[in-house]
């Protein structure tokens, strides 16, 4: 196995078909089906070649064309411990174009944002008129709001 010369292309395709990514560390899933002229199709047989991957049978509801790969216990493990850790998320909100951490204080977040408009009424009719405007041409959206919006 020549794990020195994988590519991030190829463990990026290993992930892929464990299903594997860094916030699902768990593979739920083994194959890859590849027909002829798929463009990762040069990938998997490299991955094969370096004893990461290996062929299997192809269910009889695909076309005899088509190849499944699987990953080996060598590459499971390799793909494994490449698997990028998640930087710690930060607790930051975004308002608009600006960002305010969790730690701002009441004053400094409330002296970023609006008010939103209102109605005659008081209501606030904030995003009533991008949705619907935004969602005129699927029609029952817009009724939706229409109707939501008429019974206030």
Sequence with gaps: MLTSAITVNQVELLHHTLGVNPERRQPYRNHFVAGRGHHDLPVLEALEAAGLMIR????????????????????????????????????????????ISANAT?????????????????????????????????????ATVGRATAAT
């Design 56 to 99: 299997g049978t192809t269910p009889g509801f695909l076309p005899d064309s088509d190849t499944v790969f699987h990953v080996t216990d060598a590459g499971r493990a390799y793909a494994l411990e490449n698997l990028r850790r998640l930087r710690p998320r930060q607790n930051v909100r975004s308002i608009g174009t600006t960002s």
């Design 106 to 142: 009441t004053r400094s977040a409330s002296s970023l944002v609006s008010k939103p408009p209102t109605s005659r009424r008081g209501r606030n009719t904030e995003g009533i008129g991008r949705i619907t405007s935004g969602f005129a041409s699927t029609g029952c959206i817009a």
